[in-house]
């Protein structure tokens, strides 16, 4: 993909988030999953809301408050001796090792021998596989874990570092990719094919990322259907806000990587050399 094409791209993408896509793969052109209400169930919404009541159930959510409360947790990986491979912690991994310490730490495999230190530690172990055994719930903490979203300053990035600076950024940010295994950016002698195969990639980037853990509404606390369909529409427009500005941060770094890339501009200044050595050519030619 030519500069010129990849920026025409990165314009339409930037338009979809102006007008609402909330589908986490680039290249998808979808609005929000939203259910749309009746206007029994509208005018009921709206009458709540005006009266306050559903402010009064509403909980705001920081990003912080968030972290917070997965650190309370603990680091689940490591309770089940996976601190290793955390995130990339596969389904047998986590049954494997939830079965290694049941051998340990269950109850009836200590009976009498019991003590309070083995009872909370076979409370944590419960607690980190329901977690992470449960797709939902494991997608929820692990998304909910501190992350750096840091991209690189432009101002900062010189051909000396550009490699191991965008590398690092983009290695961090694979944990969240659907499709493995994610291209690496390679180095100065990639072929320019790589290269142009490891933009294409981030360019139809599909993330895993979770936004649930900013829902201000807990639909247990909703009165009657109408209320909770209500709930869940807000609670869907919020995590719609999030994945908005998710892609818009991927965006920002795959352009930033791209408008920087030594081997994009080389290709360009040979590509102008061409075409300059070309016209000469002509010129002569006629002369």
Same mark, same amino acid.
């Given at each position: 993909?030519?500069?010129?094409?990849?920026?025409?791209?990165?314009?339409?993408?930037?338009?979809?988030?102006?007008?609402?896509?909330?589908?986490?793969?680039?290249?998808?052109?979808?609005?929000?999953?939203?259910?749309?209400?009746?206007?029994?169930?509208?005018?009921?919404?709206?009458?709540?809301?005006?009266?306050?009541?559903?402010?009064? =159930?509403?909980?705001? @959510? $920081?990003? *912080?408050?968030?972290?917070?409360?997965? !650190?309370?947790?603990? #680091?689940? /990986?490591?309770? &089940?001796?996976?601190?290793?491979?955390?995130?990339?912690?596969?389904?047998?991994?986590?049954?494997?090792?939830?079965?290694?310490?049941?051998?340990?730490?269950?109850?009836? =495999?200590?009976?009498? @021998? $019991?003590? *309070?230190?083995?009872?909370?530690?076979? !409370?944590?172990?419960? #607690?980190? /596989?329901?977690? &992470?055994?449960?797709?939902?719930?494991?997608?929820?903490?692990?998304?909910?874990?501190?992350?750096?979203?840091?991209?690189?300053?432009?101002?900062?990035?010189?051909?000396?570092?550009?490699?191991?600076?965008?590398?690092?950024?983009?290695?961090?940010?694979?944990?969240?990719?659907?499709?493995?295994?994610?291209?690496?950016?390679?180095?100065?002698?990639?072929?320019?094919?790589?290269?142009?195969?490891?933009?294409?990639?981030?360019?139809?980037?599909?993330?895993?990322?979770?936004?649930?853990?900013?829902?201000?509404?807990?639909?247990?606390?909703?009165?009657?259907?109408?209320?909770?369909?209500?709930?869940?529409?807000?609670?869907?427009?919020?995590?719609?806000?999030?994945?908005?500005?998710?892609?818009?941060?991927?965006?920002?770094?795959?352009?930033?990587?791209?408008?920087?890339?030594?081997?994009?501009?080389?290709?360009?200044?040979?590509?102008?050399?061409?075409?300059?050595?070309?016209?000469?050519?002509?010129?002569?030619?006629?002369?």
């Amino acid at each position: 993909m030519g500069y010129e094409n990849l920026k025409k791209k990165y314009a339409r993408m930037e338009e979809r988030i102006k007008n609402g896509s909330s589908n986490a793969n680039f290249s998808e052109d979808e609005e929000p999953e939203v259910e749309k209400l009746d206007p029994e169930e509208e005018s009921k919404g709206r009458e709540r809301a005006s009266s306050g009541d559903y402010e009064k =159930k509403r909980k705001k @959510k $920081t990003r *912080e408050d968030i972290e917070r409360e997965a !650190l309370q947790k603990g #680091d689940l /990986y490591a309770v &089940l001796g996976l601190e290793k491979l955390t995130y990339e912690a596969g389904d047998s991994d986590i049954r494997r090792a939830y079965q290694k310490f049941a051998l340990k730490y269950h109850p009836d =495999k200590l009976g009498d @021998k $019991t003590t *309070e230190k083995d009872k909370e530690m076979w !409370l944590k172990i419960q #607690d980190a /596989y329901e977690t &992470l055994s449960d797709p939902t719930k494991r997608r929820r903490y692990d998304s909910s874990l501190p992350f750096n979203d840091t991209i690189p300053n432009e101002k900062d990035i010189t051909d000396a570092n550009f490699f191991e600076e965008f590398s690092t950024v983009f290695n961090r940010n694979a944990m969240w990719a659907k499709k493995k295994p994610t291209p690496n950016l390679g180095d100065m002698n990639t072929p320019i094919a790589e290269v142009k195969k490891f933009y294409k990639y981030w360019d139809n980037f599909e993330s895993w990322r979770e936004f649930s853990q900013y829902d201000e509404y807990d639909l247990n606390e909703a009165q009657d259907r109408y209320e909770k369909r209500w709930m869940d529409n807000e609670n869907k427009k919020l995590r719609s806000c999030h994945e908005k500005a998710e892609r818009k941060r991927l965006i920002r770094l795959a352009e930033s990587c791209y408008n920087l890339d030594p081997r994009i501009r080389k290709e360009k200044e040979e590509e102008a050399a061409e075409k300059q050595r070309k016209k000469d050519d002509k010129k002569n030619f006629k002369a």
